[in-house]
């Protein structure tokens, strides 16, 4: 018995919450949990934040914008999660952009995304492009919160994506430099 308390004294209690703001295939959050564990190292807890996002309706672009949602998801966030991911399907933007994939608060807490336009060029039948496309995404908005930028390597999971072409080309990994940057914030964060 004494073995098994020693060997999880060595598992983090926090953890990555994954907030689905509307009802979403269990398979996409099972493969985003994944990822994030994969990826950050942290485990996923799945937990419903907001109940709907209709307060950040922008009702003459009939998008809503991502920059508020942020804001409240942030405030209802636990203490104990390290960061916190909203996927919601709704249609986002910021003020100058036509639209955005999601949206972070760099080195904060929250990020969103949305899979409105990652079904974009998809045909029915191809889940996994789909299912990639968000996934991709994810770990992108996670490194912002985890303080990493945009990254000139086309193939890096930060790389800046102006079309879903470019979501496409880039890799669900990091390019060297950020996993030394995000390995960087992982031990920082440990520390407080």
Do not use: W
Request: aromatic residues 8%.
């Amino acid at each position: 018995m004494l073995d098994k308390i020693k060997t999880f004294s060595f598992f983090k209690p926090e953890s990555i919450i994954i907030a689905p703001i509307d009802n979403l295939e269990p398979e996409i959050i099972g493969l985003i949990s994944q990822a994030i564990q994969d990826t950050f190292g942290y485990g996923a807890e799945i937990k419903p934040l907001l109940p709907d996002v209709a307060f950040a309706l922008d009702p003459n672009r009939d998008q809503y914008y991502s920059t508020l949602i942020l804001e409240k998801l942030a405030a209802a966030a636990s203490d104990q999660a390290v960061k916190v991911l909203a996927i919601t399907r709704v249609d986002l933007f910021i003020p100058i952009l036509t639209h955005v994939y999601g949206e972070a608060q760099i080195g904060g807490k929250a990020c969103i995304i949305s899979t409105c336009r990652l079904k974009e060029g998809l045909g029915s039948g191809v889940l996994a492009s789909f299912n990639q496309r968000v996934v991709k995404e994810a770990i992108h908005e996670l490194g912002h919160t985890f303080n990493l930028r945009h990254c000139p390597d086309q193939t890096c999971c930060m790389h800046y994506c102006r079309s879903i072409k470019d979501v496409d080309r880039k890799s669900e990994q990091f390019c060297r430099y950020c996993k030394i940057l995000l390995g960087d914030e992982i031990k920082r964060l440990a520390k407080k």
